[in-house]
């Protein structure tokens, strides 16, 4: 532990809920797991509510006469009729549409806009390419820390706890609560499919006041301290960057069509490397696998995915689903393999071959 | 684990030396410590020689017509008169003079660079800005991944190992060795002050094969594994990006003045700022803390300093030193306070009170 490593304004609420561990994103922590397996947190998730420290979704905050301008150009996402109040999820691209990023974009004023992000220093490469091309903006990083309450029974427990307007904030719409004498926004969204919102709490010194009120009313509603869950991300298909895309990879070989403006064109730096990729066809695509054998290890490595012993694809993320009672795999997969149903080999890092079947996503 | 937290080519050895743990730098895995304790790590280091996996230095590749242009933009270090086959420790800025990263510069040919960077995507910031200005020429990430051999036999080693023309390269120099039918490249260099080498390995799937080599070479020389150890890396006044340095600081402030240009204008994003900021003097400087009590915890956040119960500095490392005695710390100190053995009081985060005083660095 160092301070290069950000703790977060709920680490010390984290620690004293029991956190068995930590992941590192954007260079602060980001809890791993608490004292029930990830199959308990699972069906918990499923049936009940749950308080997750995303404070590692950090903000790229963008500002100025030409914020909009440099929002734009980094996407390929059309973001012209964005209202102040919407998310939108937006892929970021290089020159070559390769993915920087894949943050949700808050539409906070006409030139004002966080990019709440992934894995990746998305500040730099905005700052570069606004110093580069002597855009008049400011791009900064503001104390706002997510704090996700998540699953069926967040709207209740929240309702209860800052007003039952909030049940009027669209699938990801934000609005505002009040808290100790704040204004603070909250967005229906989240890094699950159970429903909840997510309080961007603005001034990290409200952090622990904000997570026990939370915790308290919490109570009520059989609420547990928790994290991203693997089964559950994977089920619904929900990528990851860094895992199912890098740089490597383009939005359209990722299933993110329908966030790329392939018709109207926009002002994107990769746009025409797109338009590009779009017209000769994508020979890759991510694909769901279900396979067999005893639950899976984790990937930390892809796993090749093989039809007659030939490579037709890789595993980046992997676990066994306890509800559909077999293995699950994101995977991208060669053109010719992805249709559902093609039978495929699995080599999961524990020596095993596994055989398995492509599907589409999200898992049924 | 996933695969967003990259393994190394030399991951596999490591686990096989008995890591205990990692960190994370760069989206990869640092061990963080073996079997051996951070003391006994410490004492080796100092006399013996060890074999680091410093991967998670990443190359960022800056390669083309208007390579040498970038770089210096990045930089308020003059760069001018570097030469191929020179490693120069570059601050690198942003438009207020705010420290974006600290890598070395490795002068590859006239318009190829590699900058070794320390925890910030520098590649982003890098295409940010090529893009941006329309420059001609490429960023990227190139399979490099850094393996070093550390303390005062590493040269011994290395020379049996690889041949004796490694003796001549300089300090902050690089030359060349061949390894597996592979011209590979080799600087003295690495992040501690007991001497030693970097091989910057060229081909992640050699990297087994170049640990086990040095492995096999090292048993003649007590070699352990082992990785940057944070006593002598304060001792030393080694920096840390993340720790004693962020955007919020400059480099003045950090004690980088003989790497930043401030009598001839340099073609560098932040130079201005950093004049302003040079003509102004600066408010407060890095320097040692030597203080008293029991070995202190980690500094996971900022300890403040104070002088008669006001805030004058803050630690951001520190450890006790089996060496000096005592506990050591690395803090900004403000100038009215900054002058060697200035009485201070220390706030660690085990809720002592602790009596220390101001010092020179590197620590005696």
């Not at 009120?213 to 009520?220: F, Y």
């Not at 338009?275 to 067999?292: E, W």
Request: with cysteine; net charge negative; proline share 5%.
């Amino acid at each position: 532990m160092s301070r290069r490593i950000r703790r977060t304004p709920y680490t010390d609420c984290v620690e004293a809920a029991g956190v068995r561990g930590f992941s590192v994103v954007n260079h602060m922590l980001l809890p791993k797991a608490y004292q029930a397996s990830i199959e308990e947190d699972y069906w918990h998730l499923r049936e009940h509510v749950q308080i997750w420290d995303v404070s590692c979704q950090r903000q790229v905050q963008i500002e100025g006469p030409d914020a909009y301008k440099l929002v734009q150009w980094m996407t390929p996402r059309d973001i012209s009729s964005a209202k102040v109040g919407q998310c939108l999820y937006v892929p970021i691209i290089d020159e070559d549409a390769g993915l920087i990023n894949d943050p949700v974009l808050l539409v906070l004023a006409e030139n004002k806009f966080w990019l709440s992000i992934a894995d990746s220093d998305v500040l730099l490469y905005a700052k570069g390419l606004a110093l580069g091309a002597g855009l008049e903006v400011s791009v900064t990083e503001p104390d706002v820390s997510p704090l996700a309450v998540q699953g069926p029974r967040a709207e209740a427990l929240l309702g209860e706890l800052f007003g039952q307007h909030i049940r009027d904030i669209g699938f990801f719409k934000f609005g505002w609560i009040e808290f100790a004498g704040t204004r603070q926004l909250i967005a229906r969204s989240g890094y699950s499919k159970q429903g909840g919102f997510e309080i961007y709490l603005n001034g990290g010194h409200h952090g622990a006041d904000l997570w026990n009120a939370i915790w308290q009313a919490g109570e009520a509603h059989n609420m547990t301290p928790g994290c991203p869950n693997l089964i559950e991300r994977i089920e619904a298909g929900l990528l990851s960057y860094g895992n199912e895309m890098t740089r490597e990879n383009n939005p359209l070989e990722i299933g993110l069509d329908e966030y790329c403006s392939l018709d109207k064109p926009v002002e994107c730096i990769g746009h025409d490397a797109l338009l590009k990729i779009s017209r000769a066809g994508i020979d890759r695509q991510i694909r769901g696998v279900l396979f067999d054998g005893d639950p899976c290890p984790a990937c930390s490595i892809p796993w090749p995915v093989t039809v007659d012993g030939e490579k037709v694809g890789q595993i980046t993320s992997a676990i066994f689903s306890p509800r559909l009672k077999r293995n699950i795999g994101l995977s991208l997969i060669d053109r010719a393999y992805w249709e559902t149903d093609q039978s495929v080999t699995v080599y999961s890092n524990d020596g095993q071959l596994r055989t398995g079947e492509v599907t589409a996503l999200p898992f049924a």
